[in-house]
């Protein structure tokens, strides 16, 4: 609690909620508008100091309308960890409207990260140096990870049999 009631001097009640979870690990959900703010307050207050990126990943909330993106950071001199989620709204055809602040400034991991979140779920990063395509090819149409994804039968005439084994 120490990290929220931190967060709850700084920031606006709204800007914020504390998720609760079963886990040992803090998780607050963060505006879309505020993120990057919080994010910069996290990595250089001395008392947060959240010093290291260890993963990003998309979710899609199929359910609820939305695209989530999950940041786990890690203060190495706190031994401590934070879980962030911020969610961006998605239309009835599963089409993004908004974008996400990158990160990549502040960790440099997350450039690598982002770009494997933009190209299996589609989810924008907005201040990205170099947001392309990481994983699958660069003319690949679709999303992997989107819950309403259909995978292709062929690719440049080829067809992708996924029933053989290797």
């Known amino acids: 609690m120490a990290i929220v ?6 920031f606006d009640k709204d800007d914020f909620a504390l998720i609760e ?10 505006s879309k508008e505020k993120f990057l703010e919080i994010i910069v307050y996290l990595r250089e207050d001395k008392e ?7 993963c990003i990943s998309g979710v899609d909330n ?3 309308g939305t695209f989530g993106v999950v940041y ?5 001199p706190f031994d401590r960890h934070l879980d962030i989620i911020v969610e961006v709204n998605k239309t009835e ?3 993004l409207t908004e974008a996400i602040s990158s990160i990549s400034k502040y960790y ?3 450039n690598w990260m982002e770009r494997e979140v933009y190209d299996m779920y589609g989810i924008p990063f907005e201040g990205h140096p170099d947001l392309r395509r990481i994983l ?3 003319d690949w149409i679709g999303y992997p990870l989107r819950k309403d994804y259909s995978t292709s039968e062929k690719y440049h005439g080829i067809t992708i049999d996924f029933e053989s084994e290797a």
């Open 5 to 10: 009631n931190s967060l709850i001097k700084k």
């Open 21 to 30: 979870n079963n886990s040992d690990v803090e998780c607050i959900k963060v």
């Open 48 to 54: 947060m100091y959240f010093d290291y990126l260890t």
């Open 62 to 64: 199929q359910e609820d």
């Open 72 to 76: 786990r950071l890690y203060s190495i």
């Open 93 to 95: 055809k599963n089409e």
């Open 108 to 110: 440099r991991s997350a």
């Open 136 to 138: 699958m090819p660069s």
